[in-house]
């Protein structure tokens, strides 16, 4: 087990519970005994499981503030009832209140709520098992912890590289489709929210198709990661470049206007027809695009669907044009 485990509580309980779960091993185990350092230290390093010391000010209004920061809710939240006045001796006509109390830890964030009352037997055979059933049933919630919280950061990690790759273009590691039809909408609203300009520039390779009908797939795909690289590592910051999908290319040109927009298309037109792409030692092709570009108004749709509409129009233009050229608004 290698884990980190964030107990909460006076220093009596933090003396007393960092005794009942010395057995676990590979259990990196850290101790805080005052509330208002508890959250700043969740958001710079985060531990699988929080025991919290219920008798603690404020140690049930942790577990719900846990639960709702996003950044460190998958902490689990083991709360431990010491309140003398709950912890005492009890019959069996208490089983109400056991509960109540329970769902009230529950219903507040805690993810398990322990009684752990002091031993108070007269057998020392006795108190010695009770003792060990306590520090058994401490030890399995940390262990249920464990598991449920090291599940979903592995669930998380998987989520997170399940969308990388279906955003990513696996031929040119460009941004896919998708990831435009997701980030576009994003920065239409950026844009009109901060009142600042924003362009679109959709490219094709010309004639393409002769490319792979002459030399192979392979080397038009080997066209195409060359201009991709070619494309990426001569953007501006704050562009991002697509692939749209086959042959074509999208650039957003975030804080870009009319005026710049066209500058931005010829240059990039320059910089794949100005130097062969050298294929391999033996082939080295002369590539020439052609180019569309369009800036965002007051009547473009939230999506941005109409500005990629008009860009791509202005595209088919240029292409028309005799291609290699550049067509804007």
């Known amino acids: 087990m290698d884990a980190f485990v964030l107990v909460v509580g006076g220093d009596a309980f933090i003396a007393t519970f960092l005794k009942r779960i010395s057995d676990l091993t590979a259990l990196q185990v850290e101790a ?17 499981v929080v025991i919290v010391q219920a008798r603690f000010e ?25 309140r003398p006045q ?47 059933l306590q520090n058994r049933l ?11 919280v090291q599940n979903y950061r592995q669930l998380m990690r998987t989520n997170d590289l399940l969308s990388t790759m279906a955003l990513a273009d696996p031929l040119t590691e460009l941004n896919n489709r998708r990831a435009l039809e997701w980030e576009l909408p994003r920065q239409v609203q950026n844009a009109r929210t901060r009142l600042r300009p ?21 080397v038009g795909d080997r066209v195409l990661q060359l201009l991709s690289a070619r494309l990426r590592y001569n953007l501006r910051f704050q562009d991002t470049l697509f692939r749209y999908g086959g042959e074509e290319f999208v650039v957003i040109l975030s804080n870009t206007d009319v005026q710049e927009a066209p500058m931005v298309a010829h240059r990039l037109r320059r910089l794949i027809g100005d130097q ?53 608004e």
Request: hydrophobic share 40%; aromatic share 4%; with cysteine.
């Open 32 to 48: 805080l005994s005052q509330m208002d350092e508890v959250m700043p230290m969740l958001e710079n390093r985060l531990p699988h």
């Open 138 to 148: 401490l030890v399995a919630q940390i262990q249920a912890g464990l598991r449920k």
């Open 276 to 328: 062969p792409f050298s294929i391999n030692p033996t082939t080295a092709l002369n590539i020439t695009i052609s180019l569309g570009s369009s800036t965002l108004n007051d009547a473009d749709d939230p999506k941005g669907v109409s500005l990629l509409q008009r860009a791509d129009e202005n595209l088919l233009q240029a292409k028309s044009d005799g291609r290699n050229r550049v067509v804007s």
């Open 198 to 218: 924003l362009s679109l520039v959709i490219l094709d390779v010309d004639f393409f198709k002769s490319i792979n009908d002459n030399y192979g797939h392979l």
């Open 86 to 132: 709950i912890t005492r001796e009890r019959t069996l006509w208490d089983r109400q209140g056991e509960m109540a109390l329970s769902c009230e830890a529950l219903e507040k964030g805690a993810d398990a709520y322990l009684q752990i009352a002091p031993v108070r037997r007269k057998s020392a055979a006795l108190a010695l098992k009770e003792m060990q």
């Open 58 to 82: 404020g140690s049930l209004e942790l577990c719900c503030q846990i639960k709702q920061q996003t950044q460190v809710s998958g902490i689990y939240c083991i709360l431990v009832e010491d």
